[in-house]
């Protein structure tokens, strides 16, 4: 399967201040990435599909002015929380769409805001 | 949209058998996954199974299948301390663009 990588790992930041998290496909050219955060103790919940050279696509309640996702290239996606505030905080993960019905996924972003 | 259930904890001794739930209730996937999460960790890609198939069998583990009752369950031979993590059901759209996760089994492995 194909190679995901997340950078950073794990970020804090004060309140208000914006926080870029990338996720690169390391050896499969991605047309589609996808955009999940978890809360603690919680299942995964999409945020977003990301495709390359256009919109994403956001899931309801998901507000598309604080989370800026940019899909410039066929292997890196990068999603920005802007103005971020506590309730941001949780662990963001992103995947890659391989063949059908089948998805690759990064190792995660802890995301803390003081 | 799909719901997804698990049993939300599961606790066994060392050197039993687990058997992890999930129950869909959109059968459209042709595929269904199982994914490992350790504390503080990404998503593990355990095994899948193809729709068509009643069984998988991959090592320790065992995948049963259950179309008409929309049940899917992973079974651990042998569990080792190693084990413990929280285990998530997937099942993809047949679009494939969006995967419904199980709300999660937090399995713990006593010694």
């Known amino acids: 399967g194909a190679v995901v990588s997340q950078h950073p790992s794990w970020v804090i930041c004060k309140s208000g201040t914006s926080v870029k998290i990338e996720c690169r496909s390391l050896?499969?050219?991605?047309?589609?990435m996808f955009w999940y955060r978890q809360f603690p103790k919680q299942s995964l919940m999409l945020m977003a599909t990301?495709?390359?050279?256009?919109?994403?696509?956001?899931e309801q309640g998901v507000e598309k002015d604080k989370f800026l996702i940019n899909h410039a290239s066929l292997t890196l996606s990068t999603l920005t929380v802007t103005s971020a505030h506590p309730e941001d905080s949780s662990f963001y993960i992103c995947?890659?769409?391989?063949?059908?019905?089948?998805?690759?996924f990064g190792p995660g972003t802890r995301l803390t805001v003081l | 949209g799909e719901d997804v259930e698990q049993s939300l904890f599961l606790s066994v001794r060392e050197g039993d058998s687990s058997v992890i739930n999930c129950t869909y209730t959109?059968?459209?996937?042709?595929?269904l996954y199982w994914y490992k999460q350790e504390p503080g960790a990404g998503l593990q890609l355990l095994t899948y199974?193809?729709?068509?198939?009643d069984m998988k069998q991959d090592q320790r583990l065992t995948v049963l299948l259950n179309k008409k009752d929309k049940h899917l369950s992973l079974r651990i031979a042998d569990t080792q301390t190693g084990d413990s993590a929280i285990y998530f059901c997937?099942?993809?759209?047949?679009?494939?663009?969006?995967?419904?996760f199980g709300t999660g089994t937090s399995l713990t492995v006593i010694p």
């Open positions: 995947s890659v769409q391989g063949g059908a019905d089948t998805q690759y």
């Open positions: 990301s495709n390359e050279g256009s919109k994403a696509t956001y």
């Open positions: 050896d499969f050219q991605a047309t589609t």
């Open positions: 199974i193809f729709s068509n198939m």
């Open positions: 959109d059968s459209s996937s042709t595929y």
């Open positions: 997937a099942l993809p759209l047949n679009t494939g663009n969006q995967f419904y």
